[in-house]
């Protein structure tokens, strides 16, 4: 997967044709004001990769909290670290 790092004003003015690179070439971008990135330009497929993430790790964290299901952790833990990528489901 290609990165570039792009410069505010560069982005500006090549704002549609950095939006056809991240939708169609797959390439990730990332946004850069006086040498510092400030933001990420990336496909509507690896944003919803990044929630889908967000959620599960969300979940994961919940279970040492439950009552009573302490010894449960670890496995949980271990069998999302074997799972590999999951699937897309809503709750």
């Known amino acids: ?40 330009l990336v496909s509507l497929e690896d944003y919803s990769q990044l929630e889908q993430f967000d959620k599960r790790h969300g979940l994961v964290s919940l279970v040492g909290k439950w009552r009573g299901f302490d010894e449960i952790t670890e496995d949980v833990l271990s069998a999302r670290k074997q799972g590999g990528e999951g699937r897309n489901v809503s709750l």
């Open 1 to 40: 997967m290609k990165t570039l790092e792009v410069p505010v004003a560069e982005m500006k003015r090549h704002f549609a044709d950095y939006i056809a690179q991240s939708a169609h070439a797959g390439c990730r971008i990332i946004v850069k004001r006086r040498n510092r990135p400030v933001a990420a």
